[in-house]
């Protein structure tokens, strides 16, 4: 599915999986992220489960850098793509995230137009020529289900979207710099049953190109699509593996407890 409108985008040699490596995250001196170890595979649904407060939002907030941004934090550790320690790789953090694209739990389209919202990526990117644009941005509606919904009104708003067609469209804007990952955190949690389906789904579609990090809201979502299962608890990673047998056969008595429904 992967559309390559022009050869500077194509990932080379880039496509491996990340391993994270002795991560620690302090936050205003509170140790937030306690040594995590981790392979997130390639071209697989890897879901991170845990209790609220337990590290989720912030080990995906390390895996694109936004944790920069967050004030008093302090990150050490490894976080490897192929050779490559983006932590301090001094890899500009525009490309960084062009590779490492973030969907959030609210959608938060631009305050642009449909069109807009998906050219934007490109044009940052250096895409300008307007024929290949239009190329490039219907592929990227169509790619997430939305060009049939969308294609007579590409001018309106963005935000005159439902909230469904909203967070499809935003992924649309990050799949439009051809990243190689795709952080979801509690992606379809704001959407009503039918939308976060919808949402679900495409992401199951999209493992085919990409590989992917979701964070799930509910362990039903998780039992669902994860080929992978990672559970944390109190900044820790207990557990992790096959969907299958961190589900069905869990090692950890936290994550026994956890998947009986003893806490949540
Ligand atoms: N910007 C911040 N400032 C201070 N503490 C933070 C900040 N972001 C997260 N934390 C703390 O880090 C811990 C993990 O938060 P988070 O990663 O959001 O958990 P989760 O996504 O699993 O609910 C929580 O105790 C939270 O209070
Ligand atoms: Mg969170």
Redesign the pocket.
């Known amino acids: 599915m992967i559309f390559r409108p022009d050869h500077k985008f194509t990932h080379g040699a880039e496509t491996s999986k990340m391993q994270i490596e002795g991560l620690n995250v302090h ?2 001196g ?1 140790h ?1 992220l306690k040594e995590v170890n981790l392979i997130i595979p390639d071209k697989r649904i890897t879901c991170v489960i ?1 209790p ?8 995906l907030r390390s895996m694109n850098r936004l944790i920069d941004s ?4 302090h990150i050490e550790g490894k976080i490897l793509i192929g050779e490559v320690n983006l932590i301090d790789s001094g890899e500009h953090l525009t490309e960084l995230r062009r590779r490492i694209g973030l969907v959030s739990q609210k959608p938060c389209p631009l305050p642009m137009s449909i069109f807009e919202n998906v050219a934007y990526g490109c044009q940052i990117h250096g895409i300008r020529n307007r024929r290949k644009l239009k190329m490039v941005v219907r592929h990227y509606l169509e790619a997430v289900g939305l060009w049939d919904e969308v294609c007579e009104r590409l001018n309106a708003p963005a935000t005159s979207l439902s909230l469904g067609q909203q967070q499809r469209l935003c992924l649309a804007r990050s799949l439009a710099v051809e990243p190689q990952f795709i952080l979801a955190d509690e992606a379809t949690s704001a959407l009503d049953p039918i939308a976060s389906r919808n949402v679900e789904e495409l992401f199951v579609k999209l493992k085919n190109d990409y590989s992917i990090i979701m ?1 799930t809201h509910t362990l039903r979502q998780a039992r669902r699509i994860a080929d992978y299962v990672v559970f ?1 608890y109190l ?1 820790e990673l207990v557990e992790a593996g096959l969907a299958s047998e961190v589900f069905d056969n869990p090692q950890h008595e936290l994550t026994k407890k956890y998947l009986s429904g003893a806490f949540s």
């Open positions: 936050i205003a509170q937030i845990g609220s407060g337990c590290g989720k939002s912030t080990l967050v004030e008093g934090a964070v944390m900044g």
